[in-house]
């Protein structure tokens, strides 16, 4: 659809459609095209449509498209795009573009930019009647009768919504519902994007209000959409016209700029280009190597970076090979033979970009201190990186699929797709994934085309593993909020913590490229979302879901622990079988000493049943490190003659010998009663104290004393001296309590040595 057509009602930039909108949202429209009369093909006359060329003859007007077709498919059946152009010629014959031109040169013209890509036939056939269902009276069905399934589902899918139908919402439904329908088939984005660069490049003639705003959606949805696909033809062109029309000044700087470095004598690209091939003759490897200018916004950001710009600024070199492992012979003679900056290497080869661009990108240095870069890559590679899913057809297509599904019903293909968010086989990309879930959750069309725009400003995507292997795909940025949403959806709710790379990690960590995140889920039915939350979510379905969750608990939002919640929201419970208190409910945020219940026993310093080698001497368990049968132990005398009994590794044993301190032989005695402080670091959570100390009591441990430091990062720390009937009951009782949702560690108590 054409932002210049001469009917009001077609005016202005074409806009998709809704997600799961999409039995609903066409519904109005449907109706009122039923209503219009059917054209009878039939009646049409052969020789207006084709004219001089005879039946079985193309007409001349698509020659340019057949001519760029047959360079990528040599073999493709032409019939198709035949009886397209004849029904796209005839629907809008006598519709005229603002330019002036006849409307049938806009779908011509988005044709061939998609043949030149390499698009396939299907793909060109939807593109030539990309427009005839919104601005003219053909139907669906007809689109269906004439040329099947897929291209009916493809023209559906850039079909606009009517403002008379949507009003003020038609443009972020539309864009809703073409985003559904790529979901299931990205050629419909692939027409999309070739439109929208046909109307940009011919924007000219618009008012410069409607210019502007046009400009806007273009850079702020279809140039990231077109950078996720992998199309960077288009996104790079689309990149330029934008930039000139939003920041014509800056574009006519950049342009002058170019224009000074075009009238310099000498290229230094094509000095270094040239010693390229040298080299890479002398080395036996077959390559093109090729000059690559920058476009417009490419030298403008260069320039921004780096000041002052040089020859080499302007551009980069291309090396083009036959077999990948070529590239590698590229950039080790590259690397021997001239002076490489090693901080430029990267290698998206072994590890592509998520819009499956490969490539190994490099840089050299001159003797006069300018720096070339080099892109190494093999001709498919150089293909994909350019056209993307354009060359490609439908990539993420399934083997099994034929056609794709019908959009009256369909929503997104989400049959086949894991539920905990990981990349569906490779049936559709992550983002994609990412993008159609949360959209399902966006209230109104103002949240959902404010949010699409939020996320597809993150341009760059990461990848994280999960303990099993899986992946997930998610913006750079990302948080394990953001993971345990995209993992489990609305059941992250009950997520109380995470561990990245092994080691125990808040929420709010940002995530890393690579990192392994094993994301810890609560048991608890009370486990709720924290409000700080909102402040790491990065990603449009954990925001949303956490509002969602927030407006339906208006009271809530509290009960997970964050930096800042005071320690009162852990509504500790007093111990059953006379054990403790540990905490009350109310208490400041400093760290707080259970008071015994009146059934408990007061802490007191009792004689251990331990043999010393100094008859007569009182020996003591050390509180540092509460020794107990059977743990290795050794004595140091004190005041009063006590000798108190210490772990052998206890630090306070280390730094007693550094200081000379004689050590005094003691061994367990035959009682097996003893006494232990056991520290559990925990997640917060409601009544996390009350489930700790019933599970301590369950093991018929008793109470002694029991503190419970504030909140701190999103841990609890709690330190509980316990009286046990038998030494042999410690592993049982530190498992008992390693199985309380929320804990994730229980150690002995282990003081640090003092200072010396």
Not at 26 to 55: N, Y
Request: proline share 8%; hydrophobic share 40%.
């Amino acid at each position: 659809m054409s932002a210049e057509a001469t009917n009001p009602a077609t005016a202005g930039p074409v806009a998709p459609a809704a997600p799961q909108a999409l039995t609903a949202s066409v519904a109005p429209a449907a109706a009122r095209r039923k209503s219009r009369p059917r054209i009878d093909l039939r009646r049409l006359g052969r020789a207006a449509l084709l004219g001089p060329a005879g039946r079985d003859k193309l007409p001349d007007a698509i020659g340019h498209v057949v001519e760029a077709h047959r360079a990528h498919h040599p073999d493709a059946d032409l019939e198709p795009l035949r009886r397209a152009y004849v029904l796209a010629e005839s629907s809008h014959r006598g519709q005229m573009r603002k330019s002036g031109e006849p409307y049938i040169t806009h779908p011509l013209a988005v044709t061939l930019i998609l043949a030149e890509l390499g698009a396939e036939t299907t793909t060109l056939t939807a593109s030539l009647l990309h427009d005839t269902v919104e601005d003219t009276e053909v139907t669906l069905d007809q689109v269906r009768e004439q040329f099947g399934e897929e291209v009916r589902y493809l023209v559906d899918g850039v079909t606009k919504l009517e403002k008379v139908d949507y009003g003020a919402a038609a443009e972020p439904e539309t864009f809703r519902k073409m985003l559904v329908a790529t979901g299931n088939d990205v050629r419909v984005m692939s027409i999309k994007l070739a439109d929208r660069l046909h109307n940009m490049r011919t924007l000219g003639v618009m008012r410069p209000e409607k210019q502007a705003r046009i400009a806007k959606v273009t850079r702020d949805v279809l140039i990231p959409l077109a950078e996720r696909l992998g199309v960077q033809a288009l996104k790079t062109e689309l990149e330029d016209l934008v930039f000139a029309i939003l920041h014509p000044e800056e574009y006519e700087r950049t342009r002058e700029l170019i224009a000074e470095n075009t009238a310099r004598p000498g290229d230094p690209l094509a000095e270094v280009a040239e010693e390229m091939r040298g080299v890479l003759r002398e080395a036996g490897i077959p390559a093109e190597v090729l000059i690559r200018p920058r476009h417009f916004v490419s030298v403008h950001r260069v320039a921004r970076k780096r000041g002052q710009l040089r020859g080499t600024d302007f551009g980069r070199l291309l090396v083009l090979v036959n077999e990948d492992a070529d590239c590698y012979g590229v950039l080790g003679e590259l690397h021997t033979c001239m002076t490489p900056v090693v901080s430029e290497f990267k290698d998206f080869i072994a590890v592509p970009k998520f819009n499956l661009y490969q490539s190994l990108h490099t840089a050299v240095a001159r003797p006069d201190g300018q720096v070339v870069e080099v892109l190494i890559r093999t001709h498919q590679m150089h293909k994909v990186a350019e056209a993307g899913v354009v060359a490609l057809g439908n990539p993420y297509a399934s083997a099994s699929d034929t056609a794709a599904p019908d959009s009256a019903t369909a929503g997104p293909a989400t049959s086949d797709a894991p539920a905990d968010g990981e990349r569906a086989d490779p049936t559709r990309p992550g983002w994609l994934s990412r993008l159609l879930d949360w959209q399902q959750a966006a209230p109104d069309p103002d949240t959902f085309w404010s949010t699409l725009r939020e996320d597809l400003a993150q341009d760059r995507e990461i990848t994280v593993f999960r303990p099993d292997g899986g992946t997930l795909g998610l913006p750079e940025g990302a948080t394990c909020v953001d993971a345990a949403y995209a993992q489990y959806g609305e059941d992250a709710h009950a997520c109380i913590g995470a561990r990245v790379n092994g080691r125990l990690a808040t929420l709010s960590t940002v995530l890393r490229d690579g990192d392994t995140v094993q994301l810890l889920m609560g048991q608890d039915p009370a486990s709720e979302p924290s409000r700080e939350w909102l402040e790491h979510a990065h990603t449009p379905a954990a925001r949303i879901a956490i509002q969602r969750w927030l407006a339906a608990h208006p009271g809530g939002g509290t009960g997970t622990a964050e930096p800042g919640t005071p320690a009162d929201s852990l509504h500790p419970a007093p111990a059953r079988d006379g054990g403790a208190v540990p905490a009350e409910p109310g208490a400041a945020p400093a760290a707080s000493s259970a008071r015994p219940s009146d059934g408990a026993p007061a802490p007191y310093s009792r004689r251990a049943d331990v043999l010393a080698d100094r008859p007569g001497a009182a020996v003591r368990l050390a509180g540092c490190c509460t020794p107990v049968p059977p743990d290795a132990i050794t004595g140091f005398a004190v005041r009063g003659g006590v000798v108190t009994v210490h772990r052998m590794e206890c630090a306070a044993v280390a730094h007693m010998k550094s200081r000379g301190r004689p050590e005094i032989g003691v061994r367990w005695g035959d009682t097996t009663e003893c006494r232990v402080t056991l520290v559990a670091e925990s997640f917060g959570r409601p009544h996390l104290l009350a489930d700790l100390t019933e599970a301590i009591a369950l093991q018929g441990a008793e109470i002694v004393s029991a503190t419970v430091e504030p909140p701190s990062q999103q841990r609890v720390r709690h330190t509980y001296t316990l009286q046990l009937p038998d030494a042999a009951h410690l592993p049982a009782l530190m498992r008992a309590m390693r199985d309380v949702p929320g804990v994730y560690d229980v150690s002995r108590a282990q003081h640090q040595a003092p200072a010396s």
